[in-house]
């Protein structure tokens, strides 16, 4: 595990109500901030918004967008939504998790991306799609285009090492 | 902005907005979520350069405004003051553009919609088949105003029902304007509103709160987040109206993380109005507080149910509680509250200004006003459709959606998300309305309508959304936690070629009990996409389990890829494409596939031009 940089805490405890409401918010702020939940953080909201620990633990384990271990430096969220999947999307997400060596979704251990599944963001008429970091949606995904997409994220010392030449040259075709 | 004291103020910012409006041209382009992944965004910025190179900017506006619903052809844009509506634009195409407005208008031929039946090119977008079926009263001004300037919407009439309620309406005559309506909940169960809301008049426990559902789970559908990203006043507007009808003081609005945008603009719509005196302390004078707080969800589908969105809201795990005591009488914090779906509270203005009985005659005898639907999957004109309740399906496949694409043929049409069942092809003349379409074992649900061809399969299908249903089941209750498991291992059998034909009595025993023991809403219609499909195409699990053959070559374990060698022309694309190395052959010479290696994943076929690889 990373060292926790604590001190960022107290700031963004400080913008809110030390009340139970307002414990999903600050537990979005916070895996926004570390890009997960750090058990010591926990431990410093339970204390704060006086809600047990183990109250608190439940709550970041019920929902998925909180993780309890580090995400990657890139988010990229396969849609598997209905016309998502009827239009191909496992396959595509096989091709991310294939071409990232990864059994399935989660983080590589480089910490560059992490691959998780999402059920439906919306952009059904562009389907198969996939959004990275939350912001760049990736339209009408074929597993030809999957080469391309991972290597425009890869840091460039990472896409030299990983990145098969034939299959990158490719992939924008 | 200033701060407005009284509904007359309001009317008269209206008229002087609608005064000061010039005559100026105005390229409004639409950066909704999809078409911003389609490049809208770099459209924008492309025109605003070409008009500054140009010294313009004082002479054509260029506006950013919210979802159009034709996503399928965007990015698209409309040029004011001829609506002149052009589709599939990219950024090279903004000079040309900007040459037509300023070479009196004559059009941009190549950006024209093209009707793929007649091969026209169309001037409007009234006049594209895709909008001129459809009756926009929600989803209207989504092309015309700025979401993120609340100047806009006033101009179009934005919050003059507030202003007529606050004159002219009392609390009874406004829950009695909606009761009239026939407005029904629009979030799935189809509860007639007014009488939700009457029942919560009738507490007499204090504070009440009401509450806007934009938890918009279900896949395939984004109708909640096109309002709340092209129209998000509206939304506020319905709410302030019901907070005034049901003596609120505190709304919360609950909208899915996995919608940025739609946050986005809802933030700045919220803050706007608060600057403008319609929400806060004395709104337009009234004596009326008010306020709205923005929730966001954090990725759970049962939070959509809503005694567990309450749950999620006070900071709970999103899990559902027994019904009765509901939640008028007993919702967040214990208190009074009022659930309703985003396009039901941005109904509630349209039915204040235009009337109840205006309202009440659009639709059917039991479904009034108009639904939004998510046209999606194997269609052509994928989007965003506003229908009155009571069109048939096949005014929605074949004259607003354009048909099946690659002339296939259409299988079945999946309606209600997860909680819905797959109508098939031959019931293709049933009009959708709540009624008719529970009957038929599906459900109105939210408004998601994936549309399947012939390359679907059923089992596949059911499978796909037992799947999702599993990991989204809280686990509170057993036959729901359980059932759901059992119902995916079961169909997960038929799909791999290992079912037994008794498993489709067992699918069908269990689906019932999951039904009717289940403790809420997720539970109680889980079983729809697996019973539908049974009762419709029984056949297709048979042959999955008498043939071990998946008719529409879906089921990874009961298919073969194959290269025909007499097409084949040997270009390689496949050797390339391939994930395990699993096709054989020297460039220009037909290539075999070697069916040890192959992972079925289908990638060859995808990039075959030829279309030398098969399926078997």
């Known amino acids: 595990m990373p060292h926790v940089e604590m001190e960022k805490v107290e700031p963004l405890l400080e913008q809110y109500e030390p009340q139970r409401i307002n414990l999903i918010p600050i537990l979005q702020d916070v895996q926004e901030t570390y890009r997960y939940l750090p058990q010591e953080v926990l431990r410093r909201i339970s204390q704060k918004l006086r809600v047990p620990l183990t109250e608190v633990y439940q709550v970041a384990t019920f929902y998925r967008c909180f993780s309890l271990v580090p995400r990657g430096k890139h988010v990229i969220q396969v849609c598997l939504g209905t016309a998502c999947h009827v239009r191909g999307a496992p396959r595509v997400l096989d091709r991310i998790l294939l071409d990232l060596k990864m059994a399935g979704p989660g983080t590589t251990n480089d910490l560059q991306f992490t691959v998780e599944t999402v059920r439906c963001i919306g952009c059904c008429g562009l389907a198969p799609v996939a959004r990275v970091d939350n912001k760049n949606t990736h339209p009408h995904l074929t597993q030809a285009k999957v080469g391309g997409l991972l290597k425009k994220y890869q840091d460039k010392a990472e896409a030299s090492r990983t990145a098969k030449p034939d299959e990158a040259s490719h992939a924008e075709a | 902005m200033l701060k407005l004291k009284s509904p007359h103020e309001v009317k008269e910012l209206q008229l002087c907005l609608e005064a000061s409006e010039t005559t100026r041209p105005c390229i409004s382009v639409c950066a909704g979520s999809g078409c911003c992944a389609s490049g809208a965004e770099n459209v924008l910025q492309a025109l605003r350069r070409e008009l500054e ?43 040309d553009i900007v040459n037509s407005v300023t070479n009196g208008h004559k059009p941009v031929e190549k950006l024209l919609y093209k009707d793929p039946n007649t091969g026209q090119r169309v001037l409007h977008e009234h006049d594209v088949p895709f909008y001129a079926r459809q009756q926009r009263i929600l989803f209207g001004n989504n092309g015309k105003i700025d979401p993120k300037d609340i100047r806009d919407y006033i101009k179009v009439g934005g919050y003059s029902a507030l202003g007529k309620v606050l004159t002219d309406f009392s609390r009874e005559q406004v829950v009695e304007a909606v009761k009239r309506s026939g407005l029904r909940g629009r979030g799935g169960a189809g509860f007639p509103t007014g009488m939700k809301w009457e029942a919560l008049r009738r507490s007499t426990v204090r504070p009440r709160y009401i509450v806007c559902n934009a938890d918009e789970g279900d896949p395939g559908a984004f109708m909640d987040r096109s309002l709340l990203e092209g129209n998000p006043h509206s939304v506020i507007e319905g709410l302030i109206i019901g907070a005034y009808a049901l003596e609120a003081e505190q709304a919360y609005v609950y909208v899915r993380a996995e919608y940025p945008l739609a946050v986005e603009h809802l933030h700045a719509a919220i803050e ?163 009624e008719a379409l529970t009957q038929a ?46 119902l995916k291992e079961i169909l997960n059998r038929i799909s791999r070629g290992k079912g037994e034909e008794s498993d489709l009595d067992l699918l069908d025993d269990a689906g019932w009990m999951i039904k009717e023991t289940s403790l809420c809403g997720l539970g109680q219609t889980a079983p729809n996409p697996v019973l539908s499909t049974l009762r419709y195409f029984r056949d297709e699990y048979l042959t999955h389990i008498r043939e071990k053959r998946c008719p529409a070559k879906v089921c990874r374990e009961l298919i073969v890829y194959q290269i025909d060698e007499t097409i084949c022309d040997g270009c390689h694309a496949c050797v390339r494409v391939c994930a395990s190395d699993a096709v054989l052959g020297e460039k220009d010479k037909p290539h075999k596939i070697d069916s040890g290696k192959c992972i079925k994943c289908g990638a060859c076929l995808e990039v075959c031009q030829p279309k030398a690889v098969l399926v078997h």
């Open chain 2, 441 to 486: 074992g599906s459900m109105m649900g939210s408004g998601g309508m994936v549309v399947m061809d012939e390359d679907t399969c059923m089992v596949d299908v059911a499978r796909y959304f037992m799947e999702f249903l599993e990991e989204e089941s809280c686990g509170k209750c057993f036959p729901c936690r359980e059932g759901t498991q059992r």
């Open chain 2, 272 to 434: 706007q109005a608060r600057t403008a005196g319609l929400l806060g302390e004395n709104i337009l004078g009234s004596g009326m507080d008010f306020r709205i707080h923005l929730v966001q969800g954090a990725g759970a589908f049962v939070c959509g149910e809503e005694t567990a969105l309450l749950a999620s809201i006070e900071g709970r795990v999103g899990e559902p509680h027994p019904r009765p005591p509901y939640p008028v009488q007993k919702g967040l914090w214990g208190k009074p509250t009022v659930i309703n779906n985003v396009k039901t509270w941005a109904s509630v203005p349209v039915i204040i200004n235009k009337g109840a009985d205006w309202y009440a005659s659009i639709g059917t005898e039991r479904s009034k006003g108009t639904m939004v639907f998510s046209l999606v999957g194997k269609i052509n004109n994928t989007g965003l459709v506003e229908v009155p309740m009571g069109v048939t399906l096949r005014e929605m496949i074949y004259e607003i959606g354009g048909g099946i694409p690659k002339e296939k043929k259409l299988k079945a049409i999946q309606i209600g998300g997860p909680s819905g069942g797959c109508i098939p092809a031959s019931m293709i003349d049933l009009p959708i309305d709540y």
């Open chain 2, 53 to 95: 190179k140009r010294g313009l900017q004082g002479t054509i506006d260029v506006k950013s405004t919210g979802c159009h619903g034709f996503c399928e052809k965007g990015p698209v844009m409309i040029v004011w003051p001829e609506k002149v509506f052009y589709n599939g634009v990219s950024q090279s195409d903004a000079k």
